[in-house]
């Protein structure tokens, strides 16, 4: 909040909760930083509280790892595992939404006992639902006019009326060579944003706050080159000009962190998290490449599949945009909707040109994540469940082992495991059936063929030199925290127990995760209640269809953000 915007609570009416999630925080970058005093209110915040690391879902990805926040049961058992869903008895997917979730999510805890919720900007929280408090949807979710944007319903319109015109997502999508222009963009929606939670929290005040930055990650993904000297085509003379662009973003929540604190004073408890951490991405990997390469995956052997295959090969496509651009039109394709582009661009190689029958396994998502083509399961599937499928991931997993970084020889492929190793619950037929990350999460994945390229590791798309990694932050202050206890082995399952415990709630016994009591003062710690109760009963769900061009909205930004491999 702004000097001279904070609202005045009254004492009485003060929180006793406020969580702020600071998407993919790494203490790589947060650690220097806070001890060269350039986050001087986190840093305020470690020394009275506690703090340490937290451990992401496997892999670490945004929806899986708030989902699993807000539920406190692994993706198994929430249902929730990437930004994708295979549609049942289909090779195409669907893009998830809280509705989707399959286990009880935080608010509906506070809703019963009494408590008024505000919820901000969850990355994938669509649709809102009735709570006493308030709920406005995040990065995917479709158009902030649709009907399931907000609670109240009228939410929106009041905002635009006493704060502008209403928008959740960057306007500007990153190039190299427009840095300021999206980091100006970044920054104009954070303050955007901050001016909306100071009015929210003035006339809409609640008990507890979820409050999500997602800046914190769209800035790493895009300037995590500018930062590191090291990075593969580092360029002195143009990326050192934006070598605290990351560092602005995390100063800016650093600010509005203190202006809480001393909005709400010391009667709240505070958390500071985030879903995952971050790192350098050098690349991708070409997954069903590799797959079609060593006869796991085989494509269709019809005219158009093989006029296909030779135009990815001979990389006609792209050579004559490079050469277009070189002449200086390559700026006509900005007068092409991005959709339309990338429509364009799979309809020469896509899941439709695989041969079903003669495939056994095949990738998708942004990580490393291959399913087998099962029978009962695929809609063509050809592996039998049972001894051929524990073959078929066994296989995959040993070659997997076995295949070197093709520049140093050093291993490609690190933290292979079986998803019944990872994950368990009702839901685990919906995991990947191997899953790994590659060089430790310095490369990501792709679903595209990539056949245009040398071998199986191509250029980062999207220009992201920045992705995801399993740790991250988690920093925790406040009446019912000790001072200088140091977190270990927490888990992001870990707090929706860790929020009941704080704000004198029960806590289920049948949670994946379980209060972070290590942190607690002794007078907190012997406040935490378990409770047992029914696990056979399913929760409900709120799954519901998006229009058509919902869909390609919420798909367009995503795949901006380079989160849909």
Not at 91 to 114: L, M, R, S
Request: proline share 6%; aromatic share 10%.
């Amino acid at each position: 909040m702004g000097t001279g915007s904070t609202p005045k609570v009254d004492r009485d009416a003060a929180p006793g909760l406020v969580v702020l999630g600071w998407d993919a925080a790494t203490w790589d970058l947060l650690s220097p930083w806070v001890a060269e005093g350039k986050l001087p209110n986190l840093a305020r915040m470690m020394e009275s509280g506690s703090y340490g690391p937290i451990r992401s879902t496997s892999l670490p990805v945004s929806p899986a790892a708030w989902s699993t926040i807000i539920t406190g049961q692994n993706p198994a058992r929430h249902g929730v595992f990437d930004w994708f869903a295979r549609k049942a008895d289909s090779y195409d997917v669907e893009y998830v939404h809280t509705g989707q979730i399959k286990a009880k999510p935080i608010w509906e805890y506070f809703d019963e006992a009494g408590l008024r919720m505000g919820v901000f900007n969850l990355p994938m929280l669509y649709p809102a639902v009735p709570i006493d408090g308030f709920m406005l949807s995040g990065l995917a979710a479709p158009d902030a006019s649709s009907n399931g944007f907000a609670y109240p319903r009228g939410l929106v319109e009041e905002l635009e009326e006493n704060v502008g015109p209403f928008w959740h997502a960057e306007t500007e999508v990153y190039q190299y060579g427009r840095e300021e222009a999206y980091l100006q963009n970044v920054l104009d929606l954070w303050d955007y944003q901050r001016r909306v939670m100071d009015y929210l929290i003035r006339r809409h005040p609640c008990d507890v706050y979820l409050l999500v930055f997602m800046q914190t990650d769209h800035v790493q993904h895009k300037f995590w080159r500018y930062l590191d000297t090291a990075f593969p085509g580092y360029d002195p003379e143009v990326d050192a000009w934006f070598s605290d662009a990351i560092l602005q973003v995390y100063q800016a929540v650093d600010s509005y962190l203190g202006d809480l604190m001393a909005c709400f004073g010391e009667e709240t408890n505070f958390i500071v998290l985030s879903d995952h951490g971050g790192g350098p991405v050098h690349g991708i990997m070409y997954i069903n490449r590799w797959l079609y390469e060593i006869g796991m995956l085989r494509m269709r052997g019809d005219l158009s599949t093989r006029l296909k295959l030779w135009l990815a090969r001979t990389d006609l496509i792209g050579r004559a945009y490079r050469m277009v651009s070189k002449l200086g039109l390559g700026k006509i394709a900005n007068l092409v909707s991005k959709p339309a582009r990338n429509q364009v661009l799979n309809a020469f190689i896509s899941f439709d040109d695989i041969d079903w029958a003669h495939t056994k396994a095949y990738a998708r998502g942004a990580f490393g994540q291959i399913y087998v083509n099962l029978r009962g399961r695929e809609p063509g599937g050809i592996v039998e469940p049972g001894e051929e499928y524990e073959h078929v991931v066994a296989w995959l997993i040993e070659a997997l082992e076995k295949l070197p970084h093709p520049e140093t020889g050093q291993p490609l492929i690190t933290d292979i495991r079986h998803r019944a190793d990872v994950f368990s619950g009702p839901y685990l037929e919906n995991a990947a059936d191997v899953i790994f990350s590659i060089q430790n999460y310095l490369y990501q994945s792709s679903v595209r063929m990539g056949l245009e390229s040398d071998g199986i590791l191509g250029k980062s798309e999207y220009e992201d030199s920045g992705g995801h990694r399993p740790e991250g932050v988690i920093v925790m202050s406040g009446p019912g925290i000790q001072e200088g206890a140091t977190i270990s082995d927490a888990s992001v399952a870990d707090i929706l127990p860790t929020m009941l415990a704080l704000t004198g709630l029960p806590v289920p016994e049948d949670l994946d995760g379980r209060p972070l009591s290590q942190a607690f003062t002794d007078t907190q710690r012997r406040t935490i209640q378990f409770v047992s109760r029914r696990t056979d009963i399913p929760q409900d769900s709120l799954t519901f269809d998006l229009a058509g061009e919902e869909l390609a909205e919420i798909e367009d930004r995503l795949r901006s953000l380079g989160y849909l491999g």
